[in-house]
């Protein structure tokens, strides 16, 4: 089973809650209403980005 953002800011974690809302705004992450909750995905047309993110903060590990 997978993470819906609304769980993740139930358990604690706001401030994820809120960058997640912020990368759906930004076009990073794609949302969709479902019966359980808000399903979000990372906007594959935007993958260069992401990785380049990812590599700012975390420069020690290897993405494809």
Do not use: A, C, H, W
């Not at 980005?49 to 993405?63: N, Q, T």
Request: cysteine-free; aromatic content about 8%.
């Amino acid at each position: 089973k997978g993470f819906n953002q609304r769980d993740l800011g139930k358990k604690g974690l706001k401030r994820v809650n809120k960058i997640g809302e912020q990368m759906i705004k930004s076009g990073l992450l794609s949302s969709k209403q479902t019966k359980y909750g808000l399903e979000v995905s990372l906007e594959y047309s935007r993958k260069d980005e992401l990785v380049k993110i990812m590599k700012k903060i975390f420069p020690e590990d290897e993405y494809v």
